[in-house]
């Protein structure tokens, strides 16, 4: 199946992001969240990411301002802001990317499963849950896959592309497929604990959180050295509070309930999310942030 039309639902740390990743690919896409304040905040981030994309071109002399200004306008015009279902009767493919709880998605993939075409795939954007699980709340199990993007997804080309038990090969073809219209990388795995990515990155990261929390050494500086050793491009502490303590947490705990004590939960991180401090999207997490 060819997808000409898409849509993501939740436009929060990701949903912007991934709406204008499918618009920069050249198609018409929907972002939809309950709240208008969120929709925007989606769209402006649409924007913001689009605008710096095409700045480095002009600055690499690779397009004039003149192109710039004109690709700006027709990438964020391929995207459309709802607070309702409208524009999802002739959808191919939609992503869901709402907060990591098992009872919102299922929600959400009921209402999908009404509003949308018999032939529309419905994926999740998830890190850890069932995709299985989502697709009992539809009567297309079959058409239901994982598809889960990396922070940030404007930039980062992987896609786990998640198999539940009953995901068709036709709809795993094409979810493979569609990552690559929109230029990205998929790989394929099976609905296990964490899928890949998460798997391999909570088993070393496990280990630094439970070094810093046994020796209290602060974030600042265990980041530093995990950067200045070209590790990793940043430290996992001020990764967490961009990607959401919550979100982090909720992996980590479900991989230990999953794996075993072999994957250490941070009290620290706990204390935090306990607090509402979430990271960057509250302002405060291991880091103070601006706003």
Not at 81 to 105: C, L, R, S
Not at 157 to 177: C, F, K, W, Y
Not at 208 to 231: C, F, N, Q
Request: aromatic share 6%; charged share 25%; with cysteine.
């Amino acid at each position: 199946m060819y997808v000409f039309k898409a849509a993501v639902v939740g436009a929060g740390t990701m949903g912007g992001e991934i709406a204008q990743v499918i618009a920069a690919a050249g198609l018409d896409v929907v972002l939809k969240d309950v709240d208008k304040k969120f929709v925007d905040q989606g769209l402006e981030k649409a924007q913001q990411v689009t605008q710096g994309q095409l700045a480095g071109l002009v600055k690499k002399e690779k397009i004039t301002q003149e192109q710039a200004d004109r690709q700006q306008k027709e990438i964020v015009g391929r995207i459309g802001g709802t607070t309702g279902y409208e524009g999802f009767g002739d959808v191919d493919f939609v992503i869901e990317a709402v907060p990591e709880k098992m009872q919102i998605k299922q929600s959400v993939f009921e209402e999908l499963d009404a509003v949308t075409p018999g032939h529309a795939i419905l994926a999740s954007n998830t890190s850890a849950l069932s995709v299985s699980e989502m697709g009992e709340a539809t009567s297309r199990p079959d058409k239901v896959c994982g598809f889960h993007f990396f922070y940030p997804a404007s930039v980062m080309r992987l896609i786990e592309v998640i198999e539940g038990i009953e995901t068709s090969e036709d709809t795993m073809q094409s979810a493979l497929n569609f990552a690559q219209q929109i230029r990205k990388q998929p790989i394929r795995c099976a609905e296990a604990p964490g899928f890949v990515v998460n798997r391999i990155l909570n088993s070393a990261v496990s280990e630094i959180w439970k070094v810093r929390d046994e020796e209290d050494i602060p974030v600042e500086e265990v980041d530093k050295l995990v950067t200045d050793s070209k590790a990793a491009p940043m430290g996992p502490f001020f990764l967490g509070d961009l990607l959401g303590l919550d979100t982090v947490l909720h992996v980590a705990v479900h991989l230990r309930e999953s794996l075993g004590d072999r994957f250490y939960v941070s009290p620290k991180m706990k204390e935090l999310v306990e607090a509402g401090n979430l990271g960057q999207k509250t302002g405060k997490g291991f880091y103070e942030h601006g706003n």
